[in-house]
């Protein structure tokens, strides 16, 4: 039975190119797990989008090698450069002071509570990946950023008008909000 | 060594997503304040948008639906932040409180 899909099954050997760009995979991954650990486990919110953006550094990592550099970009810029900043600049304007008030009945069970939950999560989500038999379809077409484009314009054409239609409406959203209650 | 050569099987990029949903969750149920949780969410997005990512590169067609998915999570979730900080900060100015449980008006 195969039970996962690898692209080449040869070992290289450990002075290639090959196993130099697998040990850079494997520092992509760290970073996202010391970063989701942080941006989750961290008490101070500035630690906390610190480790947000340097997980999201690694994933822009592996979206580089899942052969979309695009994507890798569009990742740096909109969650690394904006999000991030946004969450930030949040951070700054509406943090109260530290203050450690012990949780009530509810709030101390909810560290627990959620691990268990998460690991829950985590194992049924990695066997149900790695478990199934996955159908491999030939491909049609190269998925470059000139496919890209035109598909954008033709095929996905009604979804691009509507996404931002979406943002305009956040941006004036975000903006009606933000004012009120202020004089 | 087959350490070296995770990055070319699908298993990898699948378990990294459940990874990053899995801490997602973590972050929502055990956070307590407001921009804690956004930023939770965002994990879990990134974990959707990698599962996207994956299967666009092993077993889809045409590799541009994928990317284009991804592309449409990202815009997403940035209109989501802006609009998720403005609603943190109009809460601030009348709570003084980014705390959760602090805004029960309509508890009752």
């Given at each position: 039975m195969q039970a996962t899909i690898c692209q080449t099954a040869a070992n290289p050997s450990l002075f290639s190119a090959e196993s130099f760009v697998g040990l850079i995979f494997l520092v992509t991954i760290g970073l996202i797990f010391a970063g989701a650990l942080i941006a989750t486990t961290s008490k101070r919110l500035v630690r906390c989008i610190a480790g947000l953006a340097l997980c999201f550094t690694g994933v822009a990592g592996v979206y580089y090698f899942l052969l979309s550099p695009f994507i890798a970009m569009m990742q740096m810029l909109?969650?690394?450069?904006?999000v991030s900043i946004l969450i930030a600049f949040a951070i700054m304007m509406a943090t109260p002071e530290e203050d450690d008030i012990p949780g009530n009945q509810i709030t101390r069970f909810a560290g627990p509570l959620g691990f268990a939950l998460a690991s829950l999560i985590f194992a049924a989500l990695s066997l149900l990946g790695l478990k199934t038999e996955w159908q491999v379809f030939p491909k049609?077409?190269?998925?470059d950023m000139q496919a890209m484009g035109t598909a954008l314009l033709t095929t996905h054409s009604m979804v691009f008008e509507l996404i931002s239609f979406v943002l305009l409406m956040a941006i004036i959203g975000a903006l009606v909000l933000a004012r009120r209650g202020r004089n | 060594m087959y350490l070296l050569n995770l990055?070319?099987?699908l298993g990898t990029y699948l378990v990294l997503g459940a990874m990053l949903f899995a801490f997602g969750i973590y972050g929502l149920v055990s956070r307590r304040t407001i921009i804690g949780m956004l930023i939770a969410s965002e994990l879990i997005l990134a974990g959707a948008s990698m599962n996207f990512m994956a299967f666009n590169r092993f077993?889809?067609?045409?590799?541009t639906i994928g990317q284009m998915f991804t592309l449409f999570i990202m815009a997403i979730a940035a209109a989501e932040a802006a609009i998720a900080v403005s609603i943190v900060i109009s809460v601030y100015r009348n709570y003084k409180s980014i705390d959760a449980e602090d805004i029960v008006d309509l508890h009752g």
């Open positions: 909109i969650y690394v450069g904006a049609t077409g190269a998925g | 990055y070319n099987c077993t889809a067609p045409d590799p």
